[in-house]
């Protein structure tokens, strides 16, 4: 059974650091293009970055130059590392197989003072 757990998330003040973990089962996450989306209150979920197999991004331009993807295959997981981290990046962020159409459960990440 493929599962996606993500971690990480927390209360950071702005202009902090976060770094997200999307531990993968079931499937090998380096033979994966792989996303992670967040979904702010009241809003529709959004895609924050795009890797594919290859390891080829793509990152919102809201995200541009503060948010990195990146991976460890020993222990299938991937992380989304975010700097300068602004009140309007609120939101639970999600991890996402687009083959097997998996997603994670979500972790929170609020960004205030």
């Known amino acids: 059974q493929v599962q996606l757990v993500e971690s990480g998330g927390g209360l950071v003040q702005p202009g902090g650091s976060l770094r997200l973990s999307c531990a993968a089962s079931g499937m090998v996450l380096r033979l994966n293009n792989m996303r992670w989306y967040r979904q702010a209150p009241g809003k529709q979920r959004e895609l924050v970055v795009d890797i594919t197999k290859g390891g080829s991004t793509n990152y919102a331009d809201s995200v541009k130059g503060r948010f990195t993807i990146s991976g460890d295959s020993g222990k299938n997981t991937m992380y989304l590392e975010m700097n300068s981290l602004k009140p309007e990046d609120t939101a639970v962020y999600y991890c996402?197989?687009?083959?097997?159409?998996?997603w994670g459960q979500g972790t929170q990440v609020t960004v205030s003072s």
């Open positions: 996402y197989s687009p083959a097997r159409n998996i």
